[in-house]
């Protein structure tokens, strides 16, 4: 039996600081196969970009460091894999769309040269093909008049192009596995129905996983069949999409799905908050990081973690009702 194309096992990644330490990533374990869709979700400070970064190898050491677990890519341990092979992997097989595209592109390189990059140092093809390549996913991206705008810098495109082109550029090479760290920010409503309908035709053809993450919870539940709920690096809930949404567990995936706006019968949007701030990762109190919030919290819950229980099938929670 042939692997999974994703295993994630106990990751912990911390940045060790003068201030202290910072543990961003506090024991994550999911797995992705081909054409499947993982969406992680929580607030800003949950973890969500560091898991991703973990991913590609992209954590910058120092400060920081994988100090546990382990990333399986197709059987292989990307945390133990030499950088030379994991330069073969990264851009190719395992591509990340960033989320800010100003500080991801180079100032100094056209927008049609970085995407040809990418495809001259995969593919082995020449600059020209590479550039008519480039042109080609800048248009399947919705850019107007793209081979014109190959020939711009960052700086002279809008935020919602240079976003654009970050997916045109993670996409060039097909790749198995695709992280998209909220990919459609930038972008206004159009554009961002176009671009996941791009994504979901590219899984469709290839048999590419994607991880995305997002705080829209309707991008979640419109195009990933898995959910994995991140608070204070830690996972609080996962399993597959419709049991989240419709038999939320943990107190804080509800607090988040009460969160969302609803329209009440005097056309006035009504908005439930989560209260609270997230704690303080280089200090974190003793029990359930997210007891200080917690309207169901109890005496054990200050006290002791709570360890991840699957309550059924697919369906794990980590909270102490179900302890």
Known sequence: MSPQLLEVN??????????GVVKAVNGVSFSLDARETLGIVGESGSG???????????????????VEGKILY?????????ESAM????????????????????????????IAEVLIMHRKINKKEALARAVEMLKQVGIPEPEKRAACYPHQLSGGMRQ????????????????????TTALDVTIQAQILNL????????????????????????LCQKVLVMYAGEPVEQGDVETIFNTPCHPYTRGLLSSLPE???????????IDGVPPDLKNLPPGCSFASRCREVRDICRQTGPTPMEIKPGHTVACHCYN
């Open 10 to 19: 106990n990751l912990k990644t911390h940045f060790f600081t003068r201030a």
């Open 48 to 66: 969500k970009t560091i898991t991703a970064m973990s991913i590609m190898r992209l954590v910058p050491s120092p400060p920081g460091k994988i």
């Open 74 to 82: 197709k059987g292989s341990d990307i945390v133990s894999m030499r």
């Open 87 to 114: 330069r073969e992997i990264r851009g190719d097989q395992i591509s990340m769309i960033f989320q800010d595209p100003m500080t991801s592109l180079n100032p100094v390189l056209t927008i049609g040269y970085q």
């Open 164 to 183: 654009r082109a970050m997916i045109a550029m993670a996409l060039a090479c097909n790749p198995s596995l695709l992280i998209a760290d909220e990919p």
């Open 199 to 222: 994504m979901q035709k590219l899984q469709d053809s290839t048999g590419t996983a994607i991880i995305m993450i997002t705080h829209d919870l309707g991008v979640v539940a419109e």
């Open 263 to 273: 329209l009440e019968t005097d056309d006035k949007i009504r908005l439930t908050p």
